[in-house]
């Protein structure tokens, strides 16, 4: 499966962006989907993930009130709708499909290439 990111780009601190990705084939109800991003020096981090069985969604500490996940089952697409950006969640946002409901790296099987998200203060 080929997973395709984007909805990146320049925005000033405070404002929004709606991430995508698409998934090349349909995903299976015993998916789960990842959002995670990396910025210069540091190491992968994860954003957050949705079960593609049901409502479960899960979010990472840092975007907590901020970020919220949601998927489109007829589209085959997740969605990271981010609000009240900070120049901290400056990154490169990768979304990841796996089989786990995990928010480590090692259990996504499939990845993006990403999308660059960039936060100016």
């Known amino acids: 499966v080929q997973l395709q990111a984007s909805g990146g780009g320049l925005v000033q601190a405070g404002g929004s962006l709606r991430l995508s990705c698409a998934a090349s084939r349909r995903i299976y109800t015993s998916n789960v989907v990842g959002w995670f991003r990396q910025a210069p020096g540091k190491e992968r981090e994860f954003v957050a993930r949705i079960g593609w069985g049901g409502t479960r969604t899960s979010l990472g500490d840092s975007v907590q009130g901020r970020f919220t996940i949601s998927r489109d089952g007829t589209q085959n697409t997740v969605y990271l709708q981010m609000n009240t950006l900070r120049p901290e969640d400056t990154a490169v946002y990768l979304c990841?499909?796996?089989?786990?409901?995990?928010?480590?790296?090692?259990?996504?099987?499939?990845w993006g290439q990403g999308t660059q998200v960039t936060v100016s203060s």
């Open positions: 990841a499909l796996g089989s786990d409901w995990s928010a480590d790296t090692r259990d996504y099987r499939y």
